[in-house]
């Protein structure tokens, strides 16, 4: 929140539907920064913090009332590939959190006038090996050894006080239960967001037990989808409502397929603004966008909410 006054998200979002930002790396690059690195935006952190304030500023702007940070890939074992160490990490880490928060008051100074709210993205295991399998799942590990890789990012995330976790573009319920292991206790909601094919995770799970799994977890504040197909958000809002009672976060892609090999985008667009009235009907409170989705789309999206 930029200030003590505003509501928490989790009342917002008991009292109507908030708009999320949309692709963090498609609007740095559409300002002219080369993502072309395992590290992806998280590599900015580091050498460009600036540019990733001016991108969360142009959703800010755009309508967006939550801003996700660029720490999807920042892991302190991504990090300690590239030569930086655990304390540099985890400062990289705070920044992400504190560039959202500079975006969000230049926002303010601009003349925004509602509340702005950040989310600390926490990616998934497969985002650190940078090769596409946060869209396959089945790493191979435990659920207690993806704990272990989680619980060091989402708590130092934590300590720098977003005002939610955004566990996000989880592809596998093994994957889930651990993130929900490695919030538990940290003093900032979250919510839990899978990426799907259809009625199932992509590693092939069934959506109601992947969501069952966050039902009676008191820090999660929300459940959905992110960073898959605009076809497959409807089906998922519907199953999400109904197994956890808990508000549902939307931010699906534009449509198009991530090429991993060639790490390019294949495919047209099927993303439109028209359809999150049908979105929020199903249920939906937190409507954004993903992956090639960027500011123009997030202000159609808050005009056909009419949220202001």
Same mark, same amino acid.
């Given at each position: 929140?930029?200030?003590?006054?505003?509501?928490?998200?989790?009342?917002?979002?008991?009292?109507?539907?908030?708009?999320?930002?949309?692709?963090?790396?498609?609007?740095?690059?559409?300002?002219?920064?080369?993502?072309?690195?395992?590290?992806?935006?998280?590599?900015?952190?580091?050498?460009? *913090?600036? !540019?990733?304030?001016? /991108?969360? #500023?142009?959703?800010?702007?755009? &309508?967006?009332? =939550?801003?996700?940070?660029? $720490? +999807?890939?920042?892991?302190?074992?991504?990090?300690?590939?590239?030569?930086?160490?655990?304390?540099?990490?985890?400062?990289?880490?705070?920044?992400?959190?504190?560039?959202?928060?500079?975006?969000?008051?230049?926002?303010?100074?601009?003349?925004?006038?509602?509340?702005?709210?950040?989310?600390?993205?926490?990616?998934?295991?497969?985002?650190?090996?940078?090769?596409?399998?946060?869209?396959?799942?089945?790493?191979?590990?435990?659920?207690?050894?993806?704990?272990?890789?989680?619980?060091?990012?989402?708590?130092?995330?934590?300590?720098?006080?977003?005002?939610?976790?955004?566990?996000?573009?989880? *592809?596998? !319920?093994?994957?889930? /239960?651990? #993130?929900?292991?490695?919030?538990? &206790?940290?003093? =900032?909601?979250?919510?839990? $967001? +899978?990426?799907?094919?259809?009625?199932?995770?992509?590693?092939?799970?069934?959506?109601?037990?992947?969501?069952?799994?966050?039902?009676?977890?008191?820090?999660?504040?929300?459940?959905?989808?992110?960073?898959?197909?605009?076809?497959?958000?409807?089906?998922?809002?519907?199953?999400?409502?109904?197994?956890?009672?808990?508000?549902?976060?939307?931010?699906?892609?534009?449509?198009?397929?991530?090429?991993?090999?060639?790490?390019?985008?294949?495919?047209?667009?099927?993303?439109?603004?028209?359809?999150?009235?049908?979105?929020?009907?199903?249920?939906?409170?937190?409507?954004?966008?993903?992956?090639?989705?960027?500011?123009?789309?997030? /202000?159609?999206?808050?005009?056909?909410?009419?949220?202001?």
């Amino acid at each position: 929140m930029t200030s003590n006054t505003s509501p928490s998200l989790a009342d917002a979002l008991a009292a109507g539907t908030v708009v999320l930002d949309g692709g963090m790396s498609n609007q740095l690059e559409s300002d002219g920064h080369d993502l072309g690195d395992e590290l992806w935006s998280a590599r900015l952190l580091a050498e460009r *913090p600036e !540019a990733v304030t001016q /991108a969360h #500023l142009a959703y800010f702007r755009a &309508g967006a009332d =939550v801003a996700i940070t660029a $720490s +999807y890939q920042a892991t302190f074992e991504g990090f300690a590939r590239r030569g930086v160490g655990h304390d540099d990490a985890a400062r990289l880490l705070a920044l992400s959190v504190d560039l959202a928060r500079e975006a969000a008051r230049q926002a303010e100074a601009a003349g925004v006038e509602r509340p702005l709210w950040v989310a600390a993205s926490v990616g998934p295991y497969g985002a650190m090996l940078a090769d596409g399998s946060e869209y396959r799942g089945r790493y191979g590990l435990s659920v207690d050894e993806l704990e272990r890789f989680h619980r060091p990012r989402t708590e130092a995330l934590a300590a720098a006080a977003p005002d939610v976790l955004a566990l996000e573009t989880v *592809p596998d !319920a093994d994957e889930g /239960a651990a #993130l929900l292991r490695a919030v538990r &206790g940290l003093g =900032v909601p979250a919510w839990l $967001s +899978y990426t799907v094919d259809g009625r199932h995770t992509r590693a092939g799970q069934p959506l109601e037990e992947a969501f069952a799994l966050a039902a009676d977890v008191d820090e999660v504040i929300a459940v959905g989808v992110n960073c898959c197909a605009p076809q497959d958000v409807e089906p998922a809002v519907e199953i999400a409502a109904r197994v956890t009672g808990k508000p549902v976060v939307v931010y699906p892609n534009s449509g198009e397929s991530w090429d991993a090999e060639a790490r390019a985008w294949r495919g047209r667009t099927s993303f439109g603004a028209d359809q999150v009235k049908t979105w929020r009907d199903a249920g939906a409170k937190l409507i954004g966008g993903c992956c090639r989705v960027g500011p123009e789309a997030i /202000a159609s999206i808050r005009q056909a909410l009419g949220t202001d």
